[in-house]
């Protein structure tokens, strides 16, 4: 198993991310992509159900037979994502109206309903995840003691608790969406996923590269399908017309449906044989993973400056691959230089601090978002 390729993945899904708010700088665009796996990107809010998956894999891979203390690892989770957060959370109170009790609150409790405003508004993930964190060890020690059923219990309960929701309010799309009762679905299936895979049964098929390759193939055909339908019915801000949150029922299921596929997608990934002739690809594409944290927390300062720019230029895009060209060939890359300077002077002189805490995986591959 190629672990580097997690690399890979969280830059797909810091691209899938940026595409989707990029696009919110323009009214918004009916035409559902032709090519169904270019509606991964147009409806990018599911990059982050893709990180939550990633996440739940890589710490139960790398931790499952580690010993290590709940302390020590929590406030190693802390060096790697409070320094940029909290420079973004300074940063976007001063330029923002957000009162500071709210923030605050919102911060010091990590219970958010919605996006956070300003520059931080992608931040919400960001506390999400760090919930996972707390649990994690928890989570980690009953599937030791319990096997793969305690986690596919706990997938069980939170689709119950969506169901009994939307039985009393009528709609649970913003539950799904914005809290850990829709997110916790997709960090146990990939710390599933990280489990079965090791099992003998998962090796033989793995080895099996067209068999492993064919399943990977299926899987990504299957999401970019499914969201490409879900994409012509209006998407995550207007299903069926309806303005968020909208009344589908399908809300109890999607999180469950995205882990699924995308913990398939991951595992058959990792298991691939390498193609030589793109080592230079790979490794580019990998640099965009190890600074996406970077990436994901300061794009929504970088964006209103470029599309401001795009604009004074006199170019407005009248579709939505338009758009997305001009987020690839003119945002992103600016996104990138700034992204690329907080990593290396603010992350990675904190992420240096991390060893000196306790025991921890020897791989950088740690690092979940």
């Known amino acids: 198993m190629r672990l580097a390729r997690i690399d890979h993945l969280r830059a797909i899904a810091t691209l899938m991310v940026l595409m989707w708010h990029f696009a919110g700088n323009w009214p918004r665009f009916k035409e559902a992509p032709s090519f169904p796996l270019l509606s991964l990107f147009r409806e990018g809010h599911t990059g982050v159900s893709l990180f939550c998956v990633i996440s739940g894999f890589i710490f139960a891979h790398l931790y499952y037979d580690a010993d290590f203390k709940y302390g020590d690892f929590i406030r190693k989770r802390l060096l790697r994502i409070a320094p940029l957060f909290v420079l973004m959370l300074v940063l976007s109170f001063y330029v923002s109206e957000w009162d500071l009790t709210s923030m605050v609150m919102t911060i010091s409790t990590g219970l958010s309903r919605g996006g956070l405003p300003s520059y931080i508004g992608p931040g919400w993930s960001v506390l999400i995840e760090f919930q996972f964190y707390l649990l994690f060890p928890?989570?980690?020690?009953?599937?030791?003691?319990?096997?793969?059923?305690?986690?596919?219990?706990?997938?069980?309960?939170?689709?119950?608790?969506?169901?009994?929701?939307?039985?009393?309010?009528?709609?649970?799309?913003?539950?799904?969406?914005?809290?850990?009762?829709?997110?916790?679905?997709?960090?146990?299936?990939?710390?599933?996923?990280?489990?079965?895979?090791?099992?003998?049964?998962?090796?033989?098929?793995?080895?099996?590269?067209?068999?492993?390759?064919?399943?990977?193939?299926?899987?990504?055909?299957?999401?970019?399908?499914?969201?490409?339908?879900?994409?012509?019915?209006?998407?995550?801000?207007?299903?069926?017309?309806?303005?968020w949150p909208a009344t589908t029922a399908l809300w109890i299921v999607l999180p469950t449906i995205e882990a699924i596929f995308y913990a398939i997608v991951l595992v058959t990934y990792l298991h691939m044989a390498p193609v030589p002739a793109a080592h230079a690809i790979s490794r580019a594409v990998a640099y965009v993973g190890v600074i996406s944290y970077s990436i994901y927390l300061v794009h929504g300062m970088v964006f209103p400056m470029m599309?401001?720019?795009?604009?004074?230029?006199?170019?407005?895009?009248?579709?939505?691959?338009?758009?997305?060209?001009?987020?690839?060939?003119?945002?992103?890359?600016?996104?990138?230089?700034i992204a690329a300077l907080t990593y290396h002077v603010v992350e990675h002189p904190f992420l240096q601090l991390k060893s000196r805490i306790g025991t921890h995986p020897p791989e950088r591959e740690a690092e979940a978002i």
Request: overall charge positive.
């Open 138 to 243: 928890f989570l980690l020690a009953f599937l030791r003691r319990y096997g793969a059923k305690y986690l596919i219990g706990v997938v069980v309960l939170c689709f119950a608790i969506r169901c009994i929701v939307y039985a009393n309010k009528g709609y649970v799309q913003d539950l799904a969406y914005y809290s850990l009762f829709g997110r916790l679905d997709q960090f146990m299936l990939g710390m599933l996923a990280a489990h079965l895979s090791t099992t003998s049964a998962a090796a033989k098929i793995f080895e099996r590269q067209p068999i492993n390759v064919g399943i990977g193939l299926a899987a990504l055909a299957s999401i970019s399908l499914f969201y490409n339908w879900f994409d012509a019915q209006g998407g995550l801000l207007s299903f069926h017309g309806q303005p």
């Open 307 to 337: 599309a401001k720019v795009i604009k004074a230029a006199g170019f407005v895009p009248s579709t939505w691959v338009q758009s997305e060209l001009a987020c690839l060939l003119i945002a992103f890359p600016a996104v990138l230089v």
